[in-house]
């Protein structure tokens, strides 16, 4: 995993393996980044503050970043959902947005309002509208009025209610709503810095 590390680490900083494995040697046995930039430049090959303090944000961010997929695939393992494509892909992931994506359907959930619906057996009525081959939904949801379900436009929420998580959890729903406000934004701060300018 270190050696790992030290490639990652040098391919985003453009410093070599060598110098990044001194540099965290250092930084290990408790020296402070002024202290190797000033006295330690024969064993980091002459790096300056900035570029200590980048590969130690980075080596952390990495770290971090390796404790959270250990969770996240203990996580998965307990509830018996864990595949090969699926342990694949998180071992591939070494971004924290992309991982929290691909863990949200398996996060351990609070009882929300969708959990209630599903409770109440309504999940095949959210399948049947997901579809939208239902031309008549009132009528269907009818179906489903028993127990704690007092009428259709109860089915009917508690089926949305399922929908709209179902779709929040979808890894490319996701995608596509983060990368459809992604340039819009940015067009946006542009235009405010040529106001501002």
């Known amino acids: 995993m270190i050696q790992l590390f030290h490639r990652m680490i040098s391919a985003a900083l453009g410093i070599s393996e060598k110098q990044i494995g001194h540099t965290l040697d250092l930084l290990e046995d408790g020296a402070t980044i002024p202290f190797i930039s000033r006295y330690r430049k024969e064993a980091t090959g002459g790096l300056d503050e900035v570029q200590i303090e980048a590969i130690k944000t980075h080596y952390e961010k990495l770290n971090e970043?390796?404790?959270?997929?250990?969770?996240?695939?203990?996580?998965?393992?307990?509830?018996?959902?864990?595949?090969?494509?699926?342990?694949?892909?998180?071992?591939?992931?070494?971004?924290?947005?992309?991982?929290?994506d691909i863990y949200l359907p398996y996060k351990p959930k609070r009882r929300t309002r969708a959990e209630v619906a599903r409770q109440k057996g309504l999940e095949p009525l959210a399948t049947l509208l997901m579809l939208q081959r239902e031309p008549n939904p009132e009528k269907r949801a009818e179906a489903y009025v028993k127990g704690e379900v007092k009428d259709a436009e109860d089915a009917l929420k508690g089926a949305r209610d399922i929908i709209a998580e179902q779709v929040s959890e979808d890894e490319q729903a996701r995608n596509t709503v983060r990368f459809a406000f992604l340039p819009a934004s940015r067009h946006h701060r542009q235009s405010s810095e040529r106001k501002r300018n």
């Not at 996580?75 to 929290?100: H, N, V, Y």
Request: proline content about 3%; glycine content about 2%.
């Open 65 to 100: 970043t390796a404790k959270r997929k250990e969770t996240i695939i203990n996580t998965i393992s307990e509830q018996g959902k864990m595949t090969p494509e699926l342990q694949k892909r998180i071992d591939e992931t070494w971004d924290s947005t992309i991982l929290e």
